[in-house]
């Protein structure tokens, strides 16, 4: 039930919250399209992701965070192509109009937003009857020659992932109340409650702001075959490449990088979030061996860990051995919205 | 509650439903962006729509008329622009896997989508714990000289509109059962209950199936100043050009053009309908009095009426005249989903 006392027109609000002014040159919300130019030699990228309430997002998540999150996991996307942000339309259904939580959305959107020069130059709002829907779509530039496409893995590539895993599924679990501690802990209530409140707080900055790797994934593109974003679990997101570019991998369980906020949980916990957790926005890209150097110094150029974690090989299928050398089976399955 | 028995992948869902193939040069769906050029010398227009299931259409609309509508809503603003359709981006949450409605909600989507020759080459699918909600981006190209913007109208114009008005509005009414014949007829409550089944199939593809007149913007583009889609009702929609451009106009009631259906409704239903109903992806236009003959030539050719219905003016401010050349004070206002 919307009050009678919320009122206020869908033009105030945007114009209020969301019409920051755009260089010159776009043609930026407030006609029926947005008009802008892409640089001769290069093509544009485009994706668009749609978060749901109660199914992206927890309904009491703050949000600031959730305007950044909304924007990142299509900056991830760029990011995996290796294309530089440029603009962005942002759909938004809100069940009232609640004059705070619109403002602090639109901070935590355009802050991430002006962190990459990617102007928000349209979209659209609507009243929604049930709950927050929100859908952004992104542009990026790209050097087709430097694209990195899911199909481009060759057999002897190494296969490299960024910073660190599991820390969101981990954190999305600990929310969701379907994690607990005990297995890995053995303390008492109390204490195991603490050490709940302590993993959360080590690891809900993976779940709710995570960084999209767009300076990295520009860097890397010249360097690197294939590139995905990790937004549904590394084996099934590293599946992708393998499916799309007709190969096989095989990647050590031992070489992963885990978060460390994860080492007291079972070792069931950790896999599973480490190899299947989703909404991480980590990059997995393959690169030939000769680029081992390059890798490494732009890691550390980035400040973000770069780490090798197997070999792309002839054939097809993903074998993962644990630190013994046994193969996992089955492997833990990555997140499907129509599945799980 | 999704039962059991309802088990489909995400991923097959995509392949076997929304991936045909993408011409040479674009790279379609299945990788983290799609990619594509724009033509050396023109801008890329990009126009997005969130459509939400209770608000935007009702529950039991036949999802062929709903995949053609969500891509004509948005089509409608590339036509506004006068841009020509390149590409375009599907968003779609649904609440559960109906092989069927999925199936007849591409086909309605391709077969426009077609027609225009705009290839879908991207989008997110994701499942919905409430209604289903659609997210289009659509993608065109245009000559940035010719671009039809909002800010364009100069006092001395016509206005121009083409097709004709009001049907989309008493469809939706008669749906929503907010509308009854009554007013217009006298007639008993048998043939009251005839009558708005007769008026219902009369107006029901204009709210359905609405065309967007791609063909007829591109065609007026060079000959127009501003331009807008009425999506949102005549008196708003041309409120936000003469907003944009810092002009007034005079609009004669008596030259609306006018669904022929709507002639048995009361002048108050039929006013509100033509003048202030939304969802009606006509458009409206202003152009210099040297340019109606090409106007009524261009209507001719494309097979669309395009009537002029009054002038633009120096200063500030919509003027609308009945029959009788009494000014109607207040106008009925236009639909705003954050008041309505």
Not at 287 to 295: E, I, L, N, P, Y
């Amino acid at each position: 039930m919307i009050a009678n006392t919320i009122v206020a027109s869908e033009f105030d609000l945007i114009s209020r919250f969301f019409k920051r002014p755009v260089p010159a040159g776009m043609l930026g919300g407030g006609d029926d399209c947005a008009l802008f130019r892409v640089t001769p030699g290069l093509e544009l990228a485009t994706s668009k992701d749609l978060l749901l309430e109660g199914r992206h997002f927890f309904s009491n998540v703050d949000p600031y965070t959730l305007g950044h999150k909304s924007l990142a996991v299509n900056l991830s996307d760029l990011a995996a192509m290796g294309a530089k942000p440029v603009a962005c339309l942002l759909g938004l259904a809100l069940p009232s109009f609640d004059e705070d939580w619109i403002a602090r959305f639109a901070d935590g959107f355009y802050a991430l937003a002006d962190l990459h020069g990617c102007v928000l130059i349209g979209g659209d709002t609507t009243r929604s009857q049930t709950g927050v829907a929100i859908s952004v779509t992104v542009f990026g530039e790209v050097d087709p020659a430097h694209a990195m496409r899911r199909n481009a893995a060759k057999a002897g590539d190494d296969i490299w992932v960024s910073g660190v895993l599991g820390a969101a599924d981990v954190a999305y679990r600990l929310l969701a109340g379907s994690l607990t501690t005990e297995s890995g802990s053995g303390q008492p209530s109390r204490g195991l409650f603490a050490l709940s409140e302590t993993l959360l707080e080590q690891t809900r900055a993976a779940l709710e702001t995570p960084v999209p790797r767009v300076f990295l994934g520009r860097r890397l593109s010249a360097h690197a075959h294939a590139a995905i974003d990790i937004s549904d679990g590394l084996v099934q997101d590293l599946g992708h490449i393998l499916h799309a570019s007709g190969v096989g991998a095989r990647i050590d369980e031992g070489l992963l990088p885990v978060h460390p906020a994860l080492q007291n949980l079972s070792l069931e916990d950790r896999r599973r979030a480490v190899l299947a957790g989703g909404d991480v926005y980590e990059l997995c890209l393959t690169a030939s061996v000769d680029q081992r150097d390059h890798f490494e110094r732009i890691g550390l150029e980035a400040g973000v860990p770069l780490t090798r974690i197997g070999q792309v090989v002839a054939g097809a299928g993903l074998e993962v051995y644990d630190q013994a050398g046994q193969l996992i089976e089955p492997l833990p399955k990555g997140f499907d919205h129509f599945r799980d």
